[in-house]
């Protein structure tokens, strides 16, 4: 069983442009204040960001909470909101359900599940329509361990 | 290619601060206003060329570890936009070429893709 080291919650607000990326900025400064491997910090962020990024365009509210363990870093996010019918095809790049507007904002083309998959080690999504999303993600500090 | 290099190439304003741009060197470009896009092909050291100049395009460099962005079609990003590129260490211009004469320039230059 892996042992928890740090553990931080963020709250994320949906539509709230202005703010957004400022938990996953953080996270990257506690990383690196770990010195931990700049791969698994990069991988880590694009994971945070584009789940911070999915809350701030699709939900109303949700909770991010970043854990440390001995053997990987991993998000948890449960967000209130409108939740994800079919999963499998929000996997699949370039499907979305952004308007124009997300777009001109940079996000909302169809590469936020799929870079949080890419960059994951273990992914697990499930949704409730009409109430909400849960995401958990984990990403191994020792990519050679066994999972 | 150095950044004061690109700077003239593209004819660029620099708008971060305290930069010697001939210390920086790039070979690698990333060219999109989406930022998921970005993100997913992620390399390390490169030059991001974008038309997005909200906070969130700093922050995609800061993630993908982009040593610099050239905002194109005379786009600047505000102040404090600019000033979170500072703090970050990821140098900022801009230039009023669009992106196919930027990424066309930087091509002749023999700098390379990734998306």
């Known amino acids: 069983m892996a042992e928890e080291l740090f553990r931080k919650a963020f709250t994320i607000y949906g539509g709230n442009f202005s703010r957004a990326g400022e938990s996953s900025t953080e996270i990257k400064e506690i990383l690196k204040g770990l010195h931990i491997d700049n791969t698994i910090i990069r991988r880590s962020v694009i994971v945070a960001f584009e789940a911070e990024m999915n809350v701030v365009m699709y939900a109303s509210t949700a909770t991010l909470n970043f854990i440390i363990t001995d053997e990987d870093i991993c998000f948890e996010i449960l967000d209130q909101g409108p939740g994800i019918a079919d999963i499998e095809q929000a996997m699949q790049e370039g499907f979305s359900t952004a308007d124009d507007e997300l777009r001109a904002m940079g996000f909302g083309f169809g590469m936020g599940l799929p ?29 050679d361990a066994s999972p | 290619m150095r950044l004061d290099e690109i700077k003239n190439a593209l004819q660029c304003e620099i708008l971060t601060k305290n930069n010697d741009l001939s210390l920086v060197e790039v070979d690698t470009v990333l060219a999109s206003d989406g930022m998921s896009e970005i993100l997913a092909s ?34 600047v990003p505000n102040e404090n936009t600019v000033s979170f590129a500072q703090q970050k260490g990821i140098h900022v211009m801009a230039t009023k070429l669009g992106m196919f004469d930027v990424c066309g320039l930087l091509r002749q230059y023999g700098m390379k893709g990734v998306i």
């Open chain 1, 115 to 143: 870079n949080i998959k890419k960059n994951s080690d273990h992914l697990l999504i499930e949704s409730d329509v009409g109430k909400g999303t849960k995401l958990s993600a984990r990403i191994r500090l020792n990519p």
């Open chain 2, 42 to 75: 992620p390399h390390p050291g490169a030059l991001m060329v974008t038309g997005l100049t909200n906070i969130q395009s700093v922050m995609t460099a800061n993630f993908a570890d982009i040593k610099a962005i050239v905002y194109i079609r005379g786009k």
